[in-house]
């Protein structure tokens, strides 16, 4: 079997062939032309950067599909809440996140349940750090 080969011709000189593309403006649709323009007039041009764009290293994170699963388990964990609590939150784990980010707000979240309280420490003879020993009366061992 024999195949054709096939081509699209533009025979002759470009002159003679008609163009969609209006050459008036070729000029000011160069990009270095813009660019140019740009910089004649001190504007600077952030080329798809967003302005609040935050810039540092950030490698702790892990990556891409490791901050997606832990974000899914940080809105599985939000869903396991009582719902009253999700309400105050907008029903949005983001918010929940934000406010957990601000440590004003950790009292209130350990108060809430978000946040495990803080520990008490043992002074080591059974009672909590800074408590005194009982005073007064008789101790058990000495009055029998």
Same mark, same amino acid.
């Given at each position: 079997m024999? =195949?054709? =080969?096939?081509?699209?011709?533009?025979? /002759?000189?470009?002159?003679y062939v008609k163009s969609r593309t209006k050459?008036?403006?070729?000029? @000011?649709c160069d990009i270095n032309t813009i660019l140019?323009? *740009?910089?004649n007039q001190g504007?600077? +041009?952030?080329? #798809?950067? %967003?302005?609040?764009?935050? &810039? #540092?290293? &950030?490698? %702790? +994170? /892990? %990556?891409?599909?490791t901050m997606i699963a832990r974000l899914d388990d940080a809105h599985r964990m939000f869903m396991t809440m009582?719902?009253?609590? =999700? *309400?105050?939150f907008g029903n949005d784990v983001s918010n929940?996140?934000? &406010? !957990?980010?601000?440590?004003?707000? !950790?009292? @209130?979240?350990? @108060?809430? #349940? !978000?946040l495990p309280k803080p520990k008490v420490e043992d002074s080591g003879n059974g $009672?909590? @750090? #800074? $408590?005194?020993?009982?005073?007064g009366g008789v101790p058990a061992e000495a009055g029998a």
């Amino acid at each position: 079997m024999q =195949r054709n =080969r096939v081509s699209i011709s533009f025979k /002759g000189d470009s002159k003679y062939v008609k163009s969609r593309t209006k050459q008036a403006f070729k000029k @000011e649709c160069d990009i270095n032309t813009i660019l140019k323009k *740009y910089k004649n007039q001190g504007v600077s +041009i952030p080329l #798809g950067m %967003d302005p609040n764009a935050t &810039f #540092g290293d &950030f490698s %702790d +994170i /892990g %990556d891409y599909q490791t901050m997606i699963a832990r974000l899914d388990d940080a809105h599985r964990m939000f869903m396991t809440m009582p719902a009253e609590l =999700r *309400y105050k939150f907008g029903n949005d784990v983001s918010n929940l996140l934000e &406010f !957990i980010a601000d440590d004003k707000n !950790i009292p @209130e979240a350990q @108060e809430l #349940g !978000i946040l495990p309280k803080p520990k008490v420490e043992d002074s080591g003879n059974g $009672a909590p @750090e #800074g $408590a005194q020993p009982p005073t007064g009366g008789v101790p058990a061992e000495a009055g029998a």
